[in-house]
T-cell receptor, first 111, second 112 residues
Framework: SQTIHQWPATLVQPVGSPLSLECTVEGTSNPNLYWYRQAAGRGLQLLFYSVGIGQISSEVPQNLSASRPQDRQFILSSKKLLLSDSGFYLC??????????FGSGTQLSVL | GDSVTQMEGPVTLSEEAFLTINCTYT??????LFWYVQYPGEGLQLLLKATKADDKGSNKGFEATYRKETTSFHLEKGSVQVSDSAVYFCALFTGNTGKLIFGQGTTLQVKP
C-alpha cells in the first residue's frame, strides 16, 4: 500500500532563517505531488505541484520554492522566512482521478 | 480557471439533525469531485469521491452526487453525530492539469 511521510510535525523558526520541509511517498511510482498551505482558520492554498522529476508548477508568487530531486521526494524550501510564512503545510500525492492523499502536515511558526 | 465554491460556515446542528453542505464548481472538461474532512489538529482525510456525472460517493453515512447539469456536489448526511464536528472541504481534480482545487471549507459543529 502507498504511504506518505512528511516531517517535521512542528517547527518553530526565527524570521530570516532558512526552511526545508521534506515529503516522501512509498509504494507508488511517478505520482503527482503537491504542497498546500493552510493559514489559521482558513482554507487550503495550493502552493506547488509536480507531475514528474524536476517539473514544478508554482501557483502563487511567494517566498517559497519547491524541488523534486527524486520521483517520490518533494521538498519545500525558503532562503529567508517571513512572519507571513507561518501556517500549516501539507504535502500530498495523487495517482490521478482516484483522489489526492495527504500527509499529516507540518505546523510552522515563524517568530 | 477552475474553482470550487462552498457554503459559508460555521454550520451548527443538533445531534441527529440532517446535514447539507452545498458545493458548486466551475471547470473545463470533466473533473473528478471529492469531499475531504479535517478533524481538529489533524490533516485531511478523503471522505468520498465521484469521478463522473451521476456518480454517488458515500462513506460513513455521508453522501454526495455528481450533478453535471447543476455543476454541484452537495454533501449530505441523514443524522449527524457530535463526532462529525470538523471542517469539510469540497474539491475538484482535473486530470489534464493534475491540480486539486479546494473550496474554502465549511466548519460543522454538532451539539449534543
Amino acid at each position: 500500500s502507498q504511504t506518505i511521510h512528511q516531517w517535521p510535525a512542528t517547527l518553530v523558526q526565527p524570521v530570516g532563517s532558512p526552511l526545508s520541509l521534506e515529503c516522501t511517498v512509498e509504494g507508488t511510482s511517478n505520482p503527482n505531488l503537491y504542497w498546500y498551505r493552510q493559514a489559521a482558520g482558513r482554507g487550503l492554498q495550493l502552493l506547488f505541484y509536480s507531475v514528474g522529476i524536476g517539473q514544478i508548477s508554482s501557483e502563487v508568487p511567494q517566498n517559497l520554492s519547491a524541488s523534486r530531486p527524486q520521483d517520490r521526494q518533494f521538498i519545500l524550501s525558503s532562503k529567508k522566512l517571513l512572519l507571513s510564512d507561518s501556517g500549516f503545510y501539507l504535502c500530498a500525492w495523487s495517482p490521478g482521478s482516484a483522489g489526492v492523499f495527504f500527509g499529516s502536515g507540518t505546523q510552522l511558526s515563524v517568530l | 480557471g477552475d474553482s470550487v465554491t462552498q457554503m459559508e460556515g460555521p454550520v451548527t446542528l443538533s445531534e441527529e439533525a440532517f446535514l447539507t453542505i452545498n458545493c458548486t464548481y466551475t471547470a473545463t472538461g470533466y473533473p473528478s469531485l471529492f469531499w475531504y474532512v479535517q478533524y481538529p489538529g489533524e490533516g485531511l482525510q478523503l471522505l468520498l469521491k465521484a469521478t463522473k456525472a451521476d456518480d454517488k460517493g458515500s462513506n460513513k453515512g455521508f453522501e454526495a452526487t455528481y450533478r453535471k447539469e447543476t455543476t454541484s456536489f452537495h454533501l449530505e448526511k441523514g443524522s449527524v453525530q457530535v463526532s462529525d464536528s470538523a471542517v469539510y472541504f469540497c474539491a475538484l481534480f482535473t486530470g489534464n492539469t493534475g491540480k486539486l482545487i479546494f473550496g474554502q471549507g465549511t466548519t460543522l459543529q454538532v451539539k449534543p
